[in-house]
């Protein structure tokens, strides 16, 4: 355990269907990020969190929906994916300015 | 815009080898770089990590190098093993931001043959 947790570990969903994602840090910190890893490929920032508060959107489509209920929790609300949204989902804290990142172990996404 | 990047995307060793994976990266304004270690079906871990008023910080079997004049960061792995087997990303901070957003590297990957 890393301290950021990420349920589910797998999910399969259908083109049709709506699932969340959700990632849990008791780290007392205060920053929260989405990535996007597909196979062979560097990490993509696709949200980040500072303080319950959006501050990063890097283009990513509407079909994909943030939330950041508390500074703990973060979810990620999918519906009516596409087969290329098939990844790896990465959730990460972070505390301030100068430290590192902290992982969760990720969602192995398949849409079919 | 600024990026990290690395020199070699694939390295391959043999058990017991020193392994150096390199990164290059572009910000000057960076002051804080960080290696972090991806095994197949796990997020990436934390290895090691430099400020940018050092030139070397050594852990357990791995040593980080900063050479700012040339903008490049080195991960030695002394003796390497085959647990050692995983993708490495080199990650800068180059400021600008509250929350300390890192920027990624696109990952070498490194093969330890027994």
């Known amino acids: 355990e890393t301290g950021v947790t990420q349920t589910p570990r797998h999910l399969v969903m259908g083109m049709t269907n709506k699932k969340s994602l959700k990632c849990e840090q008791h780290?007392?910190?205060?920053?929260m990020y989405w990535y996007k890893q597909s196979a062979k490929k560097p990490l993509e920032l696709m949200f980040v969190?500072?303080?319950?508060?959006?501050?990063e959107n890097n283009s990513v489509p509407s079909r994909f929906s943030p939330e950041c209920p508390n500074s703990s929790h973060l979810f990620l609300h999918l519906h009516t994916l596409q087969p290329e949204d098939s990844a790896l989902y990465l959730c990460?804290?972070?505390?301030?300015?100068?430290?590192?990142?902290?992982f969760g172990s990720g969602t192995r996404l398949t849409v079919v | 815009g600024e990026s990290v990047g690395l020199h070699l995307p694939t390295l391959s060793v043999q058990e017991g080898d020193n392994s150096i994976i390199n990164c290059a990266y572009s910000?000057?304004?960076?002051?804080?770089f960080i290696w972090y270690k991806q095994e197949s079906g796990k997020g990436p871990q934390f290895i090691i990590d430099?400020?940018?008023?050092?030139d070397k910080r050594q852990g357990q079997r791995v040593t980080v190098l900063l050479n700012k004049t040339v903008k490049h960061l080195s991960l030695q792995i002394a003796a390497t093993q085959p647990g050692d087997s995983a993708v490495y990303f080199c990650?800068?901070?180059?400021?600008?931001?509250?929350?300390?957003?890192?920027?990624f590297g696109q990952g070498t990957i490194l093969t330890v043959h027994p």
């Open positions: 990650a800068e901070n180059a400021g600008g931001t509250s929350y300390g957003k890192l920027t």
């Open positions: 780290l007392g910190h205060n920053a």
């Open positions: 430099i400020r940018s008023n050092m």
């Open positions: 990460a804290s972070s505390r301030a300015t100068g430290s590192g990142y902290t």
């Open positions: 969190y500072s303080l319950e508060e959006r501050v």
């Open positions: 910000n000057s304004a960076s002051d804080y």
